[in-house]
């Protein structure tokens, strides 16, 4: 008979396989709790990602939109501004330059349509002329001057005072206050006192003083805007002085008085047998009514400012004294070779130039080019 033997069990064997199985399930059960995180993580991530793109996407519009609006800000404040701007400059012309002599710019083409309407040869004529003025000589504007018989004295002052054109060399050298005590008392000319102050016509022993005055307020104008390198504060001076006509008619006495005291000048040179004089002395003095200066003053600058304006011949002599090229564009004359016209011919190089329009050869306005 064999003998059964029983077994007996082994605990340490089985608690190994209890403590294994309980370490397997622990760790798959780690390992489906990291499962589980990480694919929640990952989740996470890729729901933030999209959410980012969506609000990538809505914030650069945004950003866009924002930029957009803020140029546009920025456009109608500069117009708004530039319009405001304007509004109160015309109202300051208004109220306080209502006398202005010299007026804003204007269309050209603007203006020759509004002043040769019609078909009348001469209509025709003139707005072919304007036409040849804006395509031709890139003249598009022009500022209107006030129509007196100080009309062409006054455009070429306000040009010279408006492009801040120093004092001609000559008037440099020589203190111009002194020329009235100097022609009256140095040379002997008493009948200076026959001197007329334009449209005021005034003659007397009181001559002097108030061709002093005169003088004065010539060099204390021309040298404070000359002075003045600001434009836009150049233009609000001249703006100012061609609003007040008792000072512009003393600026204008004035440079009529040098004119005056450059042709006894001359003509004492001539007398003298000194030193060669410009042509343009001789063709004044030349005329039967401009022989010598006191017919000079009587028939023609008596009467400037009040009955006449400056005919060519002084025009002349205007830009030969302020050493200025003055370019007329004389409209009557258009197809001719009279349209175009330098006062004086012969100048310098160095000379400032300055512009004049005008349609009759009596009444002046000031033509602007823009390129």
């Known amino acids: 008979m064999q003998r059964r033997h029983d077994r007996k069990p082994n605990k340490n064997k089985d608690r190994f396989t209890e403590q294994e199985k309980q370490s397997r399930i622990n760790h798959s059960k780690r390992s489906v709790g990291k499962h589980e995180v990480w694919s929640w993580t990952t989740a996470t991530k890729r729901s933030l990602c999209l959410m980012w793109q969506k609000v990538k996407v809505q914030l650069m519009l945004s950003m866009s939109f924002l930029v957009a609006v803020l140029w546009y800000c920025r456009r109608l404040y500069s117009f708004l501004a530039q319009l405001l701007k304007r509004y109160v400059t015309n109202?300051?012309?208004?109220?306080?330059?209502?006398?202005?002599?010299?007026?804003?710019?204007?269309?050209?083409?603007?203006?020759?349509?509004?002043?040769?309407?019609?078909?009348?040869?001469?209509?025709?004529?003139?707005?072919?002329?304007?036409?040849?003025?804006?395509?031709?000589?890139?003249i598009k504007y022009l500022r209107q001057v006030r129509r007196d018989n100080y009309c062409v004295l006054r455009a070429v002052l306000f040009q010279i005072f408006s492009q801040g054109i120093p004092f001609p060399s000559w008037m440099k050298e020589r203190d111009i206050l002194k020329l009235p005590e100097k022609l009256l008392y140095s040379q002997g000319c008493n009948w200076i006192q026959q001197y007329s102050f334009g449209p005021e016509r005034y003659t007397g022993p009181n001559v002097f003083g108030k061709l002093r005055k005169c003088m004065e307020t010539l060099k204390t104008n021309w040298t404070e805007i000359s002075a003045t390198k600001d434009h836009e504060e150049r233009g609000n001076m001249c703006n100012t002085l061609f609003s007040d006509e008792s000072k512009e008619h003393k600026l204008y006495e004035a440079i009529k008085f040098i004119m005056l005291y450059e042709v006894v000048e001359a003509y004492e040179q001539i007398k003298n047998r000194e030193e060669p004089i410009h042509n343009l002395f001789s063709l004044l003095l030349a005329r039967d009514s401009s022989s010598d200066p006191l017919s000079f003053m009587m028939n023609h600058l008596n009467s400037i400012g009040d009955c006449i304006c400056l005919d060519q011949v002084e025009l002349f002599l205007l830009g030969y004294l302020l050493e200025v090229k003055i370019r007329v564009y004389r409209l009557h004359r258009f197809n001719t070779e009279e349209f175009k016209v330098n006062y004086p011919d012969e100048y310098r190089r160095e000379w400032n130039e300055i512009s004049l329009l005008t349609e009759d050869d009596r009444y002046y306005h000031i033509p602007l080019f823009r390129t």
């Open 91 to 138: 109202l300051w012309i208004n109220l306080h330059l209502g006398n202005l002599s010299v007026l804003t710019e204007v269309d050209l083409l603007g203006y020759s349509a509004r002043e040769w309407k019609g078909e009348t040869k001469q209509a025709k004529h003139m707005r072919e002329a304007y036409e040849d003025l804006f395509w031709s000589y890139h």
